[in-house]
C-alpha cells in the first residue's frame, strides 16, 4: 500500500491525470495479489483501499499532496516502474527504491536553459500573434525576466498565485520599458510573448481531460487553479500598465 500510494503521489504531484493517477495505483495493488481495489484521487489527495489477503476487512490509506509542479518526465519514470512491476520485473524493494530515486532526481534541464527556453517561447509568440522583427529581442529579455521573477518568488513564498502576479508585473513591465527606450514597436505584442510561457497550459490540459473521463470534481478543482493562474497573471499585468502607461 505504501508503495502505490508513493507512486501516485509522485505522478499526481508532478502533474499527470487524476485518471492516470488511479489506473496506475489500482494496476500495482491488483499486480501484488490484492483484490476488491479502490482508488480515489483528488488534486490534493490520493486514497487507496483493498482487502487484506488475510481476509480480515479491507485497508485504507491516505496521502495529503501539498505542492505540486510540472514535470512529466518524473511521470512517465514512475509509469515505467508501474509497467515493469505489473509485469513482473521488479520486487516491492525495488520499486520502492526506483521511485525514491526518481522523487530524488534534480531537473533535467540546467536553469539558465529553462530561462531561455522561456525567452525564446516569448520572441516567438510576440512575432506570431503579429509584432515584428524588431519586437522579439525585448520580448525574449522580458519574457526571461519574468520566468527568473516566477522561480525566486516561488522560493521565497509559499503563497499560490503570488509568484505568477509578481511574474506578470516584472515581465510586462521590462516590456514597457524597453519600448519606452526605443527597443521595440508593438508594446501590447511584446506583453503577450512576455507572459505566455506562464500560462497554465498543463492544469488546463489536465483539468479538460479528467471532465472528458468523467472525474468532475478533479477537472473542475484543477480548472479553478487554473482559472485563479490566470486571474494572477491578468492582475499583474494590469498593475504594470496602470502604473507605468
Known sequence: MDVCLR?????????????RVEETMER???????????????TTGVF???????????????VRVKDRMQDLNKVAEVNQVSREF???????QEVERRLEEIFAQKVEYPIYVIHFGAGIAGGGFSY??????FDWIPAFAAAV?????????????KVRFAS???AAFI?????????????GNNVNQIIIGSLMPLVPGVPLTNAVRDLLSGDLLAGMSRGVEALLTSLSIASGVALSISIFM
Open 164 to 166: 505568477e502576479l509578481a
Open 28 to 42: 500495482m495493488a491488483k499486480a501484488a495479489g490484492f483484490r476488491n481495489v479502490q482508488c480515489f484521487t483528488t
Open 7 to 19: 507512486a501516485g503521489e509522485l505522478m499526481l504531484t508532478y502533474g499527470a491525470e487524476t485518471y
Open 171 to 183: 515581465g510586462s513591465s521590462a516590456g514597457i520599458a524597453l519600448v519606452t527606450l526605443g527597443f
Open 145 to 157: 525576466l519574468a520566468s527568473i521573477t516566477l522561480l525566486e518568488i516561488e522560493k521565497l513564498l
Open 128 to 133: 506570431l500573434f503579429g509584432g515584428g522583427l
Open 48 to 62: 487507496l483501499s483493498f482487502e487484506e489477503k488475510k481476509g480480515n476487512g479491507d485497508l485504507m490509506q491516505m
Open 86 to 92: 505489473t509485469g513482473g520485473g521488479l520486487t516491492v
